[in-house]
């Protein structure tokens, strides 16, 4: 049987983990699920670990639930260790949106000024458990779910020790059940080559019974059938005659770029009635937790699709199975590059179509991106790698040029307020600045 850590446990994701072991396991015996979290998530963790329990006992499937506060506990003999956790929680992030919204930008969990700020709180924290991870699970695979999943992938493979990581993100499988509804049929069906990066992927092909349908599915999405697959980002159409002109699938993230004085807009409505998507979910997670304490509770309730993660299950016990099993069969990862996508680095993150192997996941061959997206997918991986640089060195110069070559920022000044105002107000996650 196999022994999985997933730090970050008291999450109110968590029952989505828990269900996608059941649901699988048959072909994937997990023996023992440990759930790990920190002091100040104490109570969410005892609450999310008595429902595990009590969905693992309903499915009358033989998995332990384990629950701890010390990651150091926990890990011993793991084979996965899967990370979901906030660091600054709820809090920051509304920190992270409602900063740069007050001067007229973006805030977004993880784009613009907000994103780099949740990887400058998130990568010492990610790179400590890489470290306990080599000391005490040298040959644990680590499936990173943390935001923002590409820089936080890309700081572990550049200066992680364990070299087993895997970036996750729901967006892709989103993308492809969405293609599925336009098309009618079942999502076993449809399958993407994706390339770019987390938050930043493009669907070059698509393919239904592996027969090419791509402009097919371009032309319904240009005549805006396309919903925009994740709960968390408004839905607003796309330009059809630009979509046509794209000739590729793009990800709902991209309207921050390709829309971007119009979702600026809406996001300063939300902010100037104190809704920004953070203070939205702080509501949505304390409903789901008086949900979670209901002791007559034993499955994962319905209400936990409001969540932007929805269906992350899916993708993280999916991949872990092919792993485990060696299936060889086809998932979008965030992992090295490998010569995937011409103009990345080799080492460097990319979000890719790969075959799932018990060696790790191997990226297909995607060449050079279309022209229309190459210089953006570009430019955003420049500003993730500066960002790791100045989320392990804690150098200021850094960090204000990372905030500055953001497409979202995009101006010194501007860069500087931001920063200055957000490294005060995340002082006490920031040991390295
Ligand atoms: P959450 O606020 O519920 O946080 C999860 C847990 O992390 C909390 O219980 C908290 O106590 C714990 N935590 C905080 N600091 C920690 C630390 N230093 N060590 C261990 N645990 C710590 O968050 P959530 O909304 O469940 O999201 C969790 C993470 O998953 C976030 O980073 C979020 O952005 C990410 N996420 C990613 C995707 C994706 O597509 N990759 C989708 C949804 C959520
Ligand atoms: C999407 C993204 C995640 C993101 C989430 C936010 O699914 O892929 O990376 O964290 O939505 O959802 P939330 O409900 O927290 O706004
Ligand atoms: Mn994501």
Same mark, same amino acid.
């Not at 809704?275 to 007559?296: I, M, S, W």
């Not at 953001?406 to 000044?413: I, K």
């Given at each position: 049987?196999?022994?999985?850590?997933?730090?970050?446990?008291?999450?109110? #994701?968590?029952?989505?983990?828990?269900?996608?072991?059941?649901k699988r396991y048959a072909e994937l015996p997990v023996r023992e699920l440990w759930l790990v979290d920190i002091e100040a998530g104490r109570e969410k963790l005892r609450i999310v670990g008595e429902l595990a329990k009590r969905m693992v006992k309903k499915a009358g499937v033989p998995i332990e639930i384990h629950t701890s506060l010390n990651r150091r506990e926990a890990l011993p003999g793991a084979d996965f260790v899967t990370t979901q956790l906030r660091v600054g929680f709820l809090e920051a992030r509304i920190r992270d949106e409602r900063i740069?919204?007050?001067?007229? #930008?973006?805030?977004?969990?993880? *784009?613009?000024? =907000?994103?780099?700020?949740?990887?400058?709180?998130?990568?010492?924290?990610?790179?400590?458990?890489?470290?306990?991870?080599?000391?005490?699970?040298?040959?644990?695979?680590?499936? $990173?779910?943390?935001?923002?999943?590409?820089?936080?992938?890309?700081?572990?493979?550049?200066?992680?020790?364990?070299?087993?990581?895997?970036?996750?993100? *729901?967006?892709?499988?989103?993308?492809?059940? =969405?293609?599925?509804?336009?098309?009618?049929?079942?999502?076993?069906?449809?399958?993407?080559?994706?390339?770019? !990066?987390?938050h930043m992927v493009f669907g070059l092909n698509v393919y239904l019974d592996g027969e090419q349908v791509t402009r097919q599915v371009v032309d319904k999405i240009a005549a805006g059938q396309m919903d925009s697959v994740v709960k968390n980002i408004i839905n607003i159409k796309w330009v059809s005659e630009f979509v046509k002109g794209l000739g590729i699938i793009p990800c709902p993230y991209h309207r921050y770029y390709f829309k971007k004085d119009q979702m600026l807009a809406e996001e300063l409505k939300e902010f100037? /009635?104190?809704?920004?998507?953070?203070?939205?979910? /702080?509501?949505?997670?304390?409903?789901?937790?008086?949900?979670? +304490?209901?002791?007559?509770?034993?499955? +994962?309730?319905?209400?936990?699709?409001k969540r932007g993660g929805a269906y992350y299950s899916d993708a993280a016990c999916r991949l872990i199975s092919s792993l485990y099993n060696d299936k060889k069969d086809i998932q979008p990862v965030v992992t090295a590059n490998r010569g995937a996508i011409d103009g990345i680095p080799s080492g460097s993150a990319v979000e890719v179509?790969?075959?799932?192997? +018990?060696?790790?996941?191997?990226?297909?061959?995607? =060449?050079?991106?279309?022209?229309?997206? *190459?210089?953006?997918?570009?430019?955003?991986?420049?500003?993730?790698?500066?960002?790791?640089?100045?989320?392990?060195?804690?150098?200021?110069?850094?960090?204000?040029?990372?905030?500055?070559? $953001?497409? !979202?920022?995009?101006?010194?000044?501007?860069?500087?307020?931001?920063?200055?105002?957000?490294?005060?107000?995340?002082?006490?996650?920031?040991?390295?600045?």
């Open positions: 049987g196999l022994k999985i850590v997933t730090i970050g446990g008291g999450s109110s #994701y968590t029952p989505e983990i828990v269900e996608g072991f059941i740069p919204l007050s001067h007229g #930008y973006m805030g977004q969990e993880t *784009n613009g000024a =907000g994103g780099m700020m949740k990887a400058l709180r998130t990568v010492p924290v990610i790179l400590a458990i890489d470290k306990d991870m080599a000391e005490l699970c040298p040959d644990a695979c680590l499936v $990173n779910f943390t935001n923002p999943s590409g820089i936080v992938t890309e700081a572990l493979l550049k200066y992680g020790r364990n070299k087993k990581v895997i970036g996750l993100c *729901n967006v892709p499988i989103g993308m492809e059940m =969405g293609v599925a509804r336009l098309l009618d049929v079942d999502p076993g069906r449809v399958r993407i080559d994706f390339a770019g !990066l987390n100037a /009635k104190g809704e920004t998507r953070g203070q939205v979910v /702080k509501k949505l997670e304390a409903d789901l937790f008086e949900l979670y +304490k209901d002791p007559n509770l034993d499955i +994962k309730p319905p209400q936990l699709e179509s790969c075959v799932i192997t +018990k060696n790790g996941p191997k990226p297909l061959s995607m =060449g050079e991106l279309p022209p229309a997206v *190459n210089g953006l997918v570009q430019q955003i991986k420049s500003f993730e790698r500066m960002v790791v640089e100045a989320a392990v060195t804690g150098d200021y110069n850094t960090a204000l040029v990372a905030m500055t070559i $953001n497409p !979202l920022v995009a101006s010194d000044e501007t860069a500087q307020i931001l920063l200055d105002e957000m490294l005060d107000a995340n002082r006490e996650y920031l040991p390295q600045f």
